[in-house]
């Protein structure tokens, strides 16, 4: 369900991706778009790990200054049936990890300095089942493209609005492709914005589920989940200066953590309905 889910919502995230370029040249403005989007989209693939990692200044662990934490993603990785990511460290005292790479066979994860200190070694071995979830799942991929989509949208509407502003196309000019451009100008930015946080919570309820399979303890990752949601509330501030915006949707638990109303736009679902549905699932395994 969560696939389908997925596969429909970046189908109407590109849908108004060629609108806007519809918009602004017609129905040749509407194909250069849509080589556009394939390029942003083969951009993101190759180099958005890296980007990710530079971004957070992380280095790669060797085995020798952690076996036991190399031995730990190994374990959940044979559990997954995919090859052992590499391991990074991030860092910061802001505790968090994230998963980067274009496939299972190129995947990374990469753990905070503050989440190596605040977590139980069963606690972190829940969050690294997450990361590996959404490494075994290609949600990595999938949010890279409705990410690079989601920003070329807001870019193309904006265009489309100046285009017509000043004379428009052929197809589409006068005060009717004004009026439209304008309202694609406004409307279309926020309508991405919500299809990207629909396909971010989807995809985390879904790591979730996959993630307690494969470490076999639900409640592991519950009570994660519980520490980092409390330490990100503390860290509010100090995330506000050390976190991109950009790349908070990779986070297991959302940074970023302003008002309520801010929440409402969050990519990241509840932490407490994500914490419920891991206790129900406990309780089907008899783990609780």
């Known amino acids: 369900m969560h ?107 990469a753990v905070t300095s503050g989440i190596l200190n605040i977590l139980s070694p069963e606690e972190l071995r ?6 590996i979830a959404h490494i075994k799942n290609r949600d990595i991929l999938i949010s890279s493209i409705a990410a690079t989509i989601g920003g070329a949208i807001s870019m193309l509407a904006e265009m489309a609005f100046w285009s017509n502003l000043f004379g428009g196309n052929d197809e589409d000019n006068g005060i009717g492709g004004l009026i439209g451009s304008l309202l694609l100008f406004i409307l279309a930015p926020i309508a991405a914005m919500i299809i990207q946080m629909a396909i971010s919570r989807s995809r985390e309820y879904a790591a979730d589920a996959t993630g307690a399979e494969i470490c076999r303890c639900p409640l592991s990752l519950a009570k994660a989940l519980e520490k980092l949601e409390m330490a990100a509330h503390q860290m509010a501030p100090v995330a506000a200066r050390e976190v991109n915006p950009g790349t908070a949707h990779m986070m297991i638990v959302n940074p970023l953590k302003g008002s309520s109303i801010a929440s409402l736009f969050s990519t990241h679902p509840p932490t407490e309905e994500r914490i419920r549905r891991l206790y129900e699932m406990a309780r089907k395994m008899g783990a609780v």
């Open 126 to 131: 829940g969050v690294l089942a997450h990361e």
């Open 3 to 109: 696939t389908i889910k997925t596969v429909l919502l970046l189908g109407v995230l590109t849908g108004l991706f060629l609108l806007a370029g519809k918009i602004i040249g017609g129905q040749t403005g509407m194909i250069i778009a849509f080589f556009f989007a394939m390029a942003m989209n083969f951009f993101a693939y190759w180099f958005s790990d890296k980007m990710a990692l530079k971004m957070y200044r992380a280095q790669e662990i060797p085995y020798e200054e952690a076996p036991w934490l190399h031995d730990m993603v190994a374990e959940l990785a044979r559990n997954a049936g995919i090859p052992k990511p590499r391991i990074y460290l991030a860092p910061t005292e802001i505790p968090n990890a994230f998963a980067t790479g274009r496939n299972p066979k190129n995947a990374v994860v």
